[in-house]
């Protein structure tokens, strides 16, 4: 079994409709984060988590909203879905502390008609 | 955007042949890190180095980090065709987040 399990793997859904995007893992790894990827803009960071009762923003948390139920899962959800929120998201973990790697999700792919 | 950027944004080399990416960041950074994602997939860690080293290794792979210029490069030796993928830097400037390039896509043509 994968380390980081995103769920689901592909998403087809409508304008205005909310969706949420699930992420668990197995590593025991405090630190949890969202990214989203498009074409010619890398990864950029969504919301990020250092234990069950921190939540941060990052660079577009915009029409994002996220919840960690424990230490394992971190959830993605987006409100009210719109079509330039089409992307591959990516949940990824990491221990804490400095010179640690980020292990990653194999991703979601979202479309939003 | 606290993002880097890589240069070239696609690179097409013989199997065989080396391939250079470079990365600009913007920001002090604590460590850089090298990451590789097959087409769509999730990315993989491939090598870490700490802002006061200057050059290390790993198997067929060299990165190396100047400061002073906010830049690294991660030098692929004697590619193969498995090392098709695109490439991302990814800075950590206080230990709490992962600022990601916009990645190179490197073809290794066999």
């Known amino acids: 079994d994968a380390d980081v399990t995103q769920t689901p793997r592909n998403r087809i859904t409508k304008t205005g409709k909310r969706i949420m995007l699930e992420c668990s893992q197995t590593k025991g790894h405090d630190r949890m984060y969202w990214y989203r990827q498009d074409p010619g803009l890398g990864l950029r960071l969504i919301y990020y988590?250092?234990?069950?009762?921190?939540?941060n923003k990052g660079e577009i948390s915009d029409g994002y909203s996220v919840s960690r139920q424990a230490q394992a899962k971190f959830s993605l959800s987006l409100e009210s879905a719109i079509p330039n929120q089409t992307a591959l998201y990516f949940c990824?973990?990491?221990?804490?502390?400095?010179?640690?790697?980020?292990?990653f999700g194999q991703g979601t792919r979202l479309t939003v008609v | 955007s606290q993002q880097g950027e890589e240069d070239p944004q696609a690179l097409s080399i013989q199997e065989g042949e080396n391939a250079t990416m470079n990365c600009s960041y913007k920001?002090?950074?604590?460590?850089l890190q090298w990451y590789r994602q097959n087409s769509g997939r999730g990315l993989v860690h491939l090598i870490l180095?700490?802002?006061?080293?200057r050059e290390k290794h790993s198997g067929r792979l060299r990165v190396t980090l100047d400061t002073s210029k906010k830049s690294s490069s991660l030098l692929i030796t004697a590619s193969r065709a498995a090392d098709t993928a695109s490439y991302f830097c990814?800075?950590?400037?206080?230990?709490?987040?992962?600022?990601f390039g916009t990645g190179t896509s490197l073809t290794v043509i066999p």
């Open positions: 988590s250092f234990d069950v009762k921190d939540i």
């Open positions: 990824a973990t990491s221990d804490p502390g400095l010179g640690t790697e980020a292990f």
């Open positions: 920001t002090s950074i604590n460590n």
């Open positions: 180095i700490r802002s006061n080293e």
């Open positions: 990814a800075t950590d400037a206080s230990g709490n987040q992962f600022y």
